[in-house]
């Protein structure tokens, strides 16, 4: 079904990876786009290939876990494109270390970025959202959230992520907005190139023994995370609401 509701969307982390993939799959659904990632020269591509689709779209450069870089970029955002009604929480960021390892630095980042950076983006955008009684939210879990050796930072962040999303599917659900999460297995991106460094494997090593873990017999890429995105943002999807959607290959990473 064409998509009937033409909005302005922010996505976050957006520059490259999943997040550029979520950009341009809302960007054909005919949606102007705001690019959020902490350089805006990052952007410049993604903005140009988003802008090829025939929709505008700006980069900002702003970090998601600072309460005031999120209030300007919101601002920006209504004041440039119109108010901000499908917000994608995708900023992510990894400092994977075994608990007794574990520096409070690399908790303390990973909280901030996923988990208050999740947060900040939301309470900022609802207002416009539930000014309209329509919006869309999605915030990156990830199959983490399930258990993850190494990652006991990231893997309390993506759980979190999703008590978040369905709170606010209870707390915004009477205005028109759905807030869901997709729960992403092993994507190939650059994230996952520093994880294949630390374990000292190559990069297409790592991929192709990730492989033979999952049930599809592949690993994923960006676009298969972002047409979950595009499901839950379209207007089909208006009853779908407070979801965790694994996207993993099989029923988890
Ligand atoms: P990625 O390639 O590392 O891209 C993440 C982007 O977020 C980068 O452009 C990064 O900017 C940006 N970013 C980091 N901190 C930020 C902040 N404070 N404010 C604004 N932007 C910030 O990661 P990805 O693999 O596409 O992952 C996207 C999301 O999916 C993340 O939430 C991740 O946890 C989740 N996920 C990924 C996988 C996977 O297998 N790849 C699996 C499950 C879930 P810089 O480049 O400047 O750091």
Known sequence: MPQKTRTTAIVTGAARGIGAAIAMALARQGHDLALVDLDESATGATVDAVRALGVRAIGIGADVADAGSVEAAINHVANTLGPPTILVNNAGILRDNLLFRMSEPDWDEVMAVHLRGAFLMTRAVQRYQVERRWGRIVNLSSTSALGNRGQGNYAAAKAGLQGFTKTLAIELGPFGVTANAIAPGFIATDMLRTTAQR??????EFLDAAATE?????TGTPDDVAAAAAFFTSDDAAFVNGQVLYVAGGPKG
């Open 199 to 204: 374990v000292g494997m190559s990069f297409e």
């Open 214 to 218: 999952i049930p599809a017999r592949r």
